[in-house]
């Protein structure tokens, strides 16, 4: 079955960084979208950077200029490095594969979740 492991998150200051790294498993098919999501308590889950299925890159407008996505090519593994990190960047942040991923990044039916890594920043 598709598994979606986080790493990284944590605390950090403003102005900081932190990278979060997944990993990907039990996909049948070669390609699919891969990306993250976040969650700020008593909001919406947002699209924040994402991988299309032929190698795109998109980024949530607030994100931009700040945050970096990359893969390792073999469409199991992908990095968010976060720089100059504000607090509305405190949220759970979520991994996730198959979804829709161009100038606006939101979830399909057939979405895929990591189990979501915090980050905080003060």
């Known amino acids: 079955h598709v598994q979606l492991v986080e790493s990284g998150g944590g605390s950090v200051q403003a102005g900081g960084s932190l990278s979060l790294s997944c990993e990907a498993s039990?996909?049948?098919?070669?390609?699919?979208?891969m990306g993250w999501f976040r969650q700020a308590p008593g909001k919406e889950r947002e699209g924040v950077a994402c991988?299309?299925?032929?190698?795109?890159?998109h980024y949530a407008d607030s994100v931009k200029g700040r945050f970096t996505i990359s893969q390792n090519g073999a469409w199991d593994s992908v990095r968010l490095q976060m720089n100059s990190l504000n607090t509305d960047d405190t949220a759970m942040y979520y991994c996730?594969?198959?979804?829709?991923?161009?100038?606006?990044?939101?979830?399909?039916?057939?979405?895929?979740w990591g189990q979501g890594t915090q980050v905080t920043v003060s």
């Open positions: 991988f299309g299925v032929y190698g795109a890159v």
């Open positions: 996730a594969a198959g979804f829709y991923c161009g100038s606006r990044i939101r979830p399909s039916d057939n979405i895929h």
């Open positions: 039990g996909f049948t098919y070669t390609r699919y979208t």
